[in-house]
């Protein structure tokens, strides 16, 4: 039997089922500053729960797995005028207080929401994470960030933020006190729940644990009972060295971007072989990268609707977040000259991506124009439904990801047509579920019967 032959001409390969979600953020813009202006942009209604709810069914009749929220603390404390006429990033509000409202409006669709250790404490943080759990029946994931912003260092009061790899230590020691929370504080036999004896748990069941580190200091037992998952999915997006360690060692989901094919194939397989190192298997982490999709019923329709969305792009906004992620202006600095030697404490992932993953030495102009016109964008692709889920299939083949984070150009009507019109492709070519069958979100990802952490996870170590 011939294999089958897709839109761009080349040989398909065996079929991977993958896996979808969102990427997004409680705001009016998100990877295109200014785009909140466009006509056929929703996001300006971030502050209704309608709006999202709306969202999350959309994506559960999609059958997606989640929608990933980011976030992070901070707020305009440079080219302010800049920063709230275009709203860049501000004002924003919590994702996290969405959830449950979302978590009633649907049955499947899971949410992964941004916590980080810089600024959280374990002890809350934990009572928080497994109360959501309880709430969506294990629909739960944790994004991990070690998050370098220096505006949100002072709204909580700091001198300052630690530097790059410390923050990732802080995450360690967190993560540390955050499983004796989950895993290592109640028995999953210490709620008993008879009415007739009114006896509710068993205290002896119930263990206090402690931590004593450099970050951190804790006694308690944990406030909530064991809930579905127990831990919730741990997912990390940061690509530095260190960055990549921390998530092949914590990460049962990554969120990886590159440039080329090459260069996310080359990152996939380090992430994959740093997991070995920590004897994980390879598929015990899911692989994402980001996907910026504008679908037409022609490539033409769908290269004017891309087209239209740039236009309202704003290239001194655009250039403004890649200052509040890295600390570099990049209009300050000689357009001509390469851009080597980059130093920066805050996010590696955002220098990194031009140099050591571009493949040539990029001058600051070649930088600025990149960043303009993608921000933090991952893969872009305007086509018909049947291009995108080949250029999708290609990815996927060549680079070994799982899946893909959607992300938006105009909210809801971007989403609405990938579900329209991309799913039915995808799964027309066996490579997207055709329905809903497992639970909790952990499930989703690694298989029936796998809701808690995998024994081979370094939170398991900490079971009571
Ligand atoms: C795709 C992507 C999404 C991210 N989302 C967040 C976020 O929501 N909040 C945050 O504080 N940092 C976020 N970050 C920052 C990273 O998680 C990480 O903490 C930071 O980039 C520093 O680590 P690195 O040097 O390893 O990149 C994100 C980074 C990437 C690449």
């Known amino acids: 039997m011939s294999e089958p032959e897709y839109g761009d001409g080349r040989k398909a390969y065996a079929v991977r089922k993958i ?32 709006f999202w709810i709306e969202l999350a069914q959309l994506l559960e009749r999609g059958l997606f797995d989640f929608m990933f929220f980011a976030d992070s603390y901070g707020y305009p404390n440079q080219k302010r005028e800049l920063s709230y006429r275009e709203a860049v990033y501000a004002p924003s509000n919590d994702p996290m207080l969405l959830i449950p409202a979302l978590a009633a409006a649907t049955k499947h669709l899971a949410f992964v929401t941004t916590a980080s250790p810089v ?45 790059h790899d410390e923050r990732y230590e802080q995450a360690e020691e967190f993560m540390e006190a955050s499983y004796k929370l989950f895993e290592g504080s109640w028995a ?88 070995a190192a920590f004897g994980r298997g390879p598929e015990e982490i899911k692989i994402f990268t980001g996907l910026s999709a504008v679908v037409g019923r022609t490539k033409e329709e769908a290269q004017r609707k ?64 990149n960043f303009a016109s993608k921000e933090f964008r991952g893969i872009t692709i305007a086509g018909t439904a049947d291009e995108i889920a080949d250029r999708m299939q290609y990815w996927v083949e060549e680079t ?8 938006r150009y105009v909210l809801p009507g971007g989403h609405r047509d990938f579900v329209d019109q991309v799913v039915p492709v995808l799964q027309k070519r066996g490579m997207f579920r055709e329905r809903y069958e497992e639970s909790s979100l952990r499930e989703r990802l690694f298989g ?17």
């Open 188 to 275: 999953d036999d210490a709620v008993v729940g008879d009415k007739q004896r009114r006896y509710y748990a068993d205290s002896s069941k119930v263990r206090i644990v402690e931590h004593e580190g450099r970050h951190y200091r804790m006694k308690g037992a944990h406030s909530s009972e064991p809930s579905v998952q127990r831990t919730p999915v741990i997912f990390q997006a940061g690509s530095s060295e260190r960055g990549r360690d921390f998530a092949a060692k914590h990460a049962e989901g990554v969120f990886l971007k590159a440039p080329t094919v090459e260069a996310l194939r080359a990152q996939v397989l380090d992430i994959r072989r740093r997991a």
């Open 306 to 369: 891309l087209e239209s969305y740039r236009a309202y792009a704003s290239r001194e906004a655009a250039l403004l977040t890649y200052e509040n992620s890295t600390g570099i202006d990049l209009a300050a600095l000689d357009p001509d000259a390469p851009f080597v030697n980059v130093k920066t404490e805050q996010g590696l992932s955002h220098t990194e991506r031009y140099t050591k993953h571009s493949g040539s030495v990029q001058t600051v102009r070649d930088v600025m124009d």
């Open 19 to 50: 896996h979808l979600g969102i990427f997004d953020i409680n705001t009016l813009n998100q990877m295109t500053q200014g785009l909140w202006a466009h006509p056929d942009n929703e996001s300006y209604r971030y502050k209704e729960l309608s």
């Open 119 to 163: 600024y959280e404490l374990p002890y809350p943080n934990a009572r928080r994470f497994s109360t959501l759990d309880h709430l969506t029946g294990g629909r739960i994931g944790w994004n991990v960030v070690a998050t370098g912003g220096i505006s949100g260092a002072e709204a909580f009061g700091r001198d300052g933020i630690l530097p």
């Open 400 to 407: 070994g990801i799982d899946g893909f984070n959607l992300e």
């Open 448 to 464: 029936k019967g796998t809701a808690r952490l995998a024994d081979s996870h370094p939170g398991a170590a900490y079971r009571i």
